[in-house]
């Protein structure tokens, strides 16, 4: 049985624009390991052809990227507005409010877009109409909780790394080719066919003085090795 309150915000001119559903996860270890998280997301393509769509799209693009302050732009994140902006969206679909938001001002452009376009927000449970009051409240709320949590989570960090400093272990992760010794000091990794591959990078790099023909020039070779 269909259920009225979502009937009633979900029109035609709704279903007659594609779903959205925005898929991400905040760091490569989560996408390796966190599968259950992604099924739970990619889910909502089934949730969204039961409210009616027909036309359902999936943005992946940010699969292991940060939503932090400071972190690289978001393809997805970036792409997912500029669809809404066209008006080809009904509704974003999302698991969390958080997987949507960087910043307060990424979530005011993303509401704010959506308002104006008539686009519907959803998750597992609910459909938001971001023209109805009540609906900008729970979503308000969600969203203030979320940055909220964000800032605490950051906040924990910060506060465990000094206090491993202040007992001096604390150590950041190494870049490669170097290794720790026993006895705490940093040195080159002694196996030499790390050392000789780190010097490749610094040597080609040396002779572009660009980083993304140094990494085009390794592509490339492992292609052609492959």
């Not at 974003?92 to 307060?104: A, F, K």
Request: proline fraction near 3%.
């Amino acid at each position: 049985m269909s259920n009225p309150i979502l009937s009633e915000k979900i029109s035609p001119h709704h279903l007659a624009r594609k779903a959205v559903v925005y898929v991400r996860q905040s760091s490569e270890k989560q996408v390796r390991q966190n599968k259950e998280s992604q099924h739970l997301q990619y889910g909502l393509r089934d949730r969204a052809r039961q409210l009616g769509w027909k036309e359902v799209d999936v943005i992946d693009l940010d699969l292991g990227c940060s939503a932090s302050l400071g972190a690289a732009q978001r393809e997805g994140f970036d792409r997912l507005i500029a669809s809404v902006a066209r008006g080809e969206v009904g509704i974003v679909m999302n698991r969390e409010v958080s997987r949507l938001i960087r910043t307060d001002k990424d979530w005011c452009h993303l509401t704010e877009v959506c308002q104006v376009l008539d686009t519907l927000l959803g998750d597992g449970e609910r459909v938001y109409d971001l023209r109805v009051i009540d609906d900008q409240l729970v979503l308000g709320i969600k969203a203030t909780m979320s940055v909220a949590e964000i800032q605490v989570l950051r906040q924990r960090l910060l506060q465990g790394m000094r206090e491993k400093a202040a007992r001096g272990e604390f150590a950041r992760q190494l870049p490669p080719g170097y290794v720790h010794e026993p006895e705490g000091a940093i040195v080159k990794d002694p196996d030499q066919r790390v050392q000789q591959a780190v010097a490749l990078v610094f040597r080609r790099f040396r002779e572009t003085w660009s980083i993304r023909q140094t990494f085009t020039w390794f592509r490339r070779r492992n292609r052609t090795t492959g």
